[in-house]
C-alpha cells in the first residue's frame, strides 16, 4: 500500500487546545499523496458563509467550497451548481466520539486561511471539546482532516453527506442490504437501497473500498486502514455516513471533476494502475470449471472424474478442472480424504482429458486439524489480541480455527510449503485461494498493521496459479497486483443473476478491472439452476473478462435431495455457443486487459463512463460497456424480450444487422433463447475487428 504519514501522539494533541497552539502545534501533515496547498485559491470571509474559490485548468473544471458557519456545514459547487453537501445540522456534519459520547458540530468558533490551508475551529454539543476541521484544497480534489481540538480524547469521528444533493451515488463495492446485498442484491445506483456496514474495513470477505462517487461528478476517498461503519441511507434517509472507528483523526478527500469517469481517474491515480494481469491468455478464452455447485462438499474422487469426463464427451471447452471445498481430511490439513483413494490417478486423468487440475485452499486451521497442534506450538498462527500468548481463534463457516500468520516468515515458509508437496506429490496445478487472510479479532505479527495482510496474501498467492479464479483482496492500492476478483456466492435464481452484473460494475468502478461473476448459474446452495437461467447467465458471462463454471450443461445431481437433473441437448449446445463466442472476443478482450495494465481502465463498466451527458444511462443496471465499442444487453430474466438503451452515436445490432441510432430505447427488445443482444459502436478504431467477429454470430 502507499505510504501514510504518521499520526502525531494523542497527548500533544491534546495539549493544543488552543487554536494558536493547534497551528504552532501543526497537527495535521500533507497528504502521503500529495494532496498540497495551492497559492491560487481566493478567499472571502462574509455574510455568514465562507468561500473558497479553486480555479479551473489543466484538465480540472474548477470549484467552489462554501463553509455556513451557524451550523456549520460544507457544500461544494462546480459551475454554480452544487456537487455535494454535508447534512444540514440533522444530523450534524461532523461527529467526535469522546468518553462522554458523541459529539455534533454547531457553529464555526475560529476560522483561519494561511499558505493555502483553511483551519476551523468548530463548536460542539459538548462544550470542552470543539473539532478542527481542516481544508486542503487543489486543483481536482480537497482534502478534508477532522480531529479533537479540546482536552478529551477523540475516540471515533463520522461525517455525514447528504446524498441527494449530488444524484445517484456509485462505487463502495460488494454491498450488504436488508434485502439480501450482497448475495442476492446489489443495488445501482447505490441509492437505490439502504446500505450498511458496520465492519467496512480491509479485512472484511466482502470486495470494498472506502471510495464512493456520483452522478454529479464528485467523489469521497477515507485515507485510513482503521475499521469504518458506513451506511448510505440505512441509519438515517438521505445520508451517507462514514465513521472512522478507533481512530483521533479521519482523513478524506472530495473530488470535483466534470464527468464521473474522470473521478474514477483520480482515484486509479491513488490506487494505482494493475501491474500485470495473474490471469493467461488461455483463462481470458476458455471458462474455468471448479466442482462446487456441481457437488458442493459431497465431492468425491469418483464425482469429479464423471464430471470432467462428461463435459469433456459434451465437447463444452474449458481449461481447468478444479476441486473445492470437500477434499480435505480436516480443514488446514493438506491431505486427501477417503472419497479421494487415488487423488494422483485422477490428476493424472483430468490431465490426459487436457485439463489443468485445482484445488481450493484455505489459511484457516480447525481446532481439529493435525496441523492445528503443529503450528500453534511453532507459534505459526496469529494470536489473541485479549491474550497475546494464545492463538486467535476465529469461527467460519466450517467450525472454530487459527489463521496461519503470513507475516511470521517461518509460518510463511511452512504453509507455502504445503501447497508445493500437493504440487509435486499429486500433479496440482494451481489453487483457489479462499478465506481471509486476517481477522479483525486477531493480533498482527509484531511490527505490522491489519491491512499488511493483504499485501502478504498477494505476495503468496502470486507465487501459484489462481487458474481464473483469482483472489479476493481489497482495499485502496491492492488494485495494483492485478489479481481476477471473483463475486461472493450467488443463489441459482434470476434475481441472482441480476445481482452478479450489477455487482461486476460496483467492483470494476473500484478498480477491480479483471471481473468475474460468481460461477455462472449460482452457487450459494440454492436447488439446481433452470435450463433457461443457466444458459442466459452463461451468455451475459460470456461478454465480461473471464468465465467461471460449475453446474455442468449436460446436468448434475443435486448433492441435497439426491434427484438427477438432466438438461437437454440444446442447453449443452447453447452454453457451449456462449463459450465459443467468448473465445472469439478473446483478441479483442486482451487489448482491454493490456489497457487496463497501462491506465487502470475498467473493462467492464457503466454505459455512463462512456457518455455522461446521457441522463438515462445512470440507472442501467443490466447493460455496459465490454471496452469501449461493445454494448452488451443480455436478457437476465426469465422473458423473450427487455427494453434497451442506446447511447448516444451509431451502433451495429448484431443480432437484427442493422444500425440504431442513439440516443433511443429500444423497447421490447426480443430475444430468443439462443439470442443475445449485442451492439457494436460504429467509427472507432478497433469496430471492424468487432464486426467481424459478430458477423460469425
Known amino acids: 500500500m502507499g505510504a501514510r504519514r504518521s499520526r502525531r501522539s494523542l497527548a500533544v494533541r491534546s495539549a493544543c487546545a488552543a487554536f494558536a497552539a493547534l497551528l504552532v502545534c501543526g497537527v495535521v501533515a500533507g497528504s502521503a499523496y500529495g494532496v498540497a496547498a495551492t497559492s491560487d485559491v481566493s478567499y472571502d470571509d462574509t455574510g455568514g458563509v465562507i468561500s473558497l474559490g479553486v480555479p479551473g485548468g489543466s484538465g480540472a473544471p474548477g470549484y467552489t467550497i462554501k463553509i455556513d458557519r451557524d451550523p456549520f456545514g460544507v457544500s461544494t459547487w462546480r459551475g454554480g451548481q452544487r456537487v455535494l453537501a454535508t447534512s444540514d445540522g440533522s444530523p450534524p456534519a461532523v461527529e467526535i466520539l469522546t468518553a462522554a459520547g458523541w459529539a455534533g458540530t454547531t457553529t464555526v468558533r475560529d476560522a483561519q486561511w494561511q499558505d493555502g490551508v483553511l483551519d476551523l475551529i468548530v463548536d460542539t454539543t459538548q462544550a470542552a471539546n470543539p473539532a478542527h476541521v481542516r481544508l486542503t484544497p487543489t486543483a481536482d480534489r480537497y482534502q478534508v482532516r477532522v480531529f479533537g481540538a479540546g482536552p478529551d480524547a477523540v475516540l471515533s469521528t463520522s461525517v455525514h453527506y447528504t446524498m441527494s444533493t449530488a444524484g445517484h451515488w456509485y462505487g463502495h463495492g460488494e454491498a450488504q442490504t436488508a434485502d439480501g446485498g450482497p448475495y442476492t442484491r446489489q443495488p445501482w445506483p447505490l441509492d437505490e437501497a439502504a446500505i450498511r456496514d458496520d465492519v467496512f474495513g480491509p479485512a472484511s470477505y466482502l470486495m470494498i473500498d472506502p471510495f464512493w462517487f456520483t452522478q454529479s461528478a464528485a467523489g469521497l476517498w477515507f485515507d485510513t486502514r482503521e475499521v469504518m461503519a458506513v451506511s448510505l441511507g440505512s441509519r438515517r434517509a438521505d445520508t451517507a455516513d462514514f465513521e472512522v472507528q478507533d481512530s483521533d483523526t479521519s482523513t478524506h478527500t472530495v473530488f470535483v471533476e466534470a464527468t464521473p469517469h474522470a473521478v474514477y481517474q483520480d482515484y486509479v491515480g491513488i490506487t494505482g494502475a494493475p501491474a500485470k494481469s495473474d490471469a493467461t491468455p488461455t483463462q481470458y478464452r476458455l471458462p474455468l470449471w471448479n466442482s462446487w455447485a456441481q457437488f458442493y462438499t459431497s465431492v468425491s474422487q469418483d464425482k469429479v472424474l464423471e464430471y470432467a469426463n462428461g463435459l469433456h464427451t459434451a465437447g463444452v471447452p474449458g481449461h481447468t478442472i478444479q476441486v473445492d471445498d470437500g477434499w480435505m481430511s480436516h480443514y488446514g490439513d493438506f491431505t486427501f480424504n477417503d472419497k479421494f483413494p487415488a487423488p494422483r490417478q485422477m490428476s493424472e486423468e483430468i490431465h490426459g482429458l487436457g485439463y489443468d487440475m485445482g484445488l481450493w485452499v484455505t489459511l484457516w486451521i480447525n481446532n ?307 439470442e443475445t443482444p449485442v451492439f457494436v459502436r460504429l467509427g472507432r478504431p478497433d469496430t471492424g475487428d468487432l464486426l467481424r467477429v459478430v458477423a460469425r454470430w
Open 368 to 674: 481439529d486439524a493435525d496441523n492445528y497442534a503443529y503450528a500453534r506450538d511453532h507459534g505459526y498462527l496469529l494470536h489473541s489480541k485479549e491474550d497475546p500468548a494464545q492463538p486467535c481463534q476465529v469461527t467460519w463457516w466450517n467450525g472454530t480455527a487459527g489463521i496461519v500468520d503470513l507475516a511470521n516468515p517461518d509460518a510463511r515458509a511452512w504453509f507455502a510449503q504445503q501447497l508445493r508437496n500437493l504440487e509435486s506429490t499429486y500433479g496440482v496445478d494451481g489453487f483457489k485461494f479462499d478465506t481471509r487472510f486476517f481477522d479483525e479479532r486477531c493480533a498482527p505479527y509484531p511490527g505490522h498493521q491489519p491491512l499488511d495482510y493483504l499485501d502478504l496474501g498477494a505476495q503468496l498467492a502470486d507465487e501459484f496459479d489462481q487458474q481464473g479464479a483469482g483472489i479476493r483482496i481489497h482495499w485502496t492500492g491492492s488494485q495494483r497486483y492485478g489479481f481476477v476478483i471473483r463475486q461472493v456466492d450467488k443463489s441459482t435464481d434470476w434475481g441472482s443473476l441480476q445481482t452478479a452484473v450489477a455487482q461486476n460494475l460496483a467492483i470494476s468502478s473500484i478498480g477491480y478491472p479483471f471481473v468475474e461473476t460468481d460461477m455462472i448459474g449460482g452457487s450459494l446452495g440454492g436447488p439446481t439452476p433452470s435450463k433457461q437461467l443457466l444458459i442466459r447467465w452463461a451468455q451475459a458471462a460470456s461478454l465480461m473478462p473471464l468465465m467461471y463454471s460449475s453446474t455442468s450443461p449436460a446436468g448434475r445431481t443435486d448433492p441435497f435431495t439426491g434427484q438427477r437433473e438432466d438438461y437437454d441437448q440444446e442447453t449443452v449446445d447453447l452454453y457451449t455457443r456462449a463459450v465459443q463466442r467468448h473465445g472469439q472476443l478473446t483478441p479483442y478482450i486482451r487489448d482491454q486487459v493490456r489497457r487496463a495494465i497501462a491506465t487502470g481502465e475498467p473493462i467492464m463498466k457503466p454505459l455512463f463512463f462512456q457518455f455522461p451527458g446521457d441522463a438515462a444511462t445512470y440507472s442501467v443496471d443490466d447493460q455496459w460497456l465490454l471496452g469501449d465499442s461493445l454494448l452488451a444487453a443480455p436478457l437476465v430474466t426469465d422473458a423473450q424480450s427487455r427494453n434497451v438503451h442506446i447511447p448516444p452515436g451509431r451502433w451495429f445490432d448484431a443480432t437484427r444487422s442493422r444500425v440504431v441510432v442513439g440516443p433511443t430505447t429500444l423497447t421490447g427488445y426480443r430475444a430468443g433463447l439462443g
